[in-house]
Nanobody, 123 residues
Framework: QVQLVESGGGLVQAGDSLSLSCAAS????????MGWFRQAPGKEREFVAAISRITGSTFYADSVKGRFTISRDNAKNTVYLQLGSLKPEDTAVYYC????????????????WGQGTQVTVSS
């Protein structure tokens, strides 16, 4: 089993920046892809960004490309999501996910999920 714990959410104003962290623990050997998803009230969970723990390759949703940056620190088993130029439509619960497959925006390709952290962007 792999445990994921997100942190760093909060209330910010439009245009601000915010940094999220996801610490992984447990049987992380074999986990390749770490991703971030988000779910706004009344909407389905959507892909945000993903990174390969092995190669460092990244993959972003078009809606956040150029504004958000995903990175990882393998020594700390931690993945980060830097959110920039935030908009009210970025308001959601942000979830960290881990999986054994290659980079993917499909939530079915992820095996483990964190509890989520709330990000609220006021206008």
């Amino acid at each position: 089993q792999v445990q994921l714990v997100e942190s760093g959410g909060g209330l910010v104003q439009a245009g601000d920046s915010l940094s999220l962290s996801c610490a992984a623990s447990g049987r992380t050997l074999g986990i390749d892809t770490m991703g971030w998803f988000r779910q706004a009230p009344g909407k389905e969970r959507e892909f945000v960004a993903a990174i390969s723990r092995i190669t460092g390759s990244t993959f972003y949703a078009d809606s956040v490309k150029g504004r958000f940056t995903i990175s990882r620190d393998n020594a700390k088993n931690t993945v980060y999501l830097q959110l920039g130029s935030l908009k009210p439509e970025d308001t959601a619960v942000y979830y960290c996910a881990a999986g054994y497959s290659v980079l993917s925006g499909n939530n079915n390709h992820y095996n483990y999920w964190g509890q989520g952290t709330q990000v609220t962007v006021s206008s």
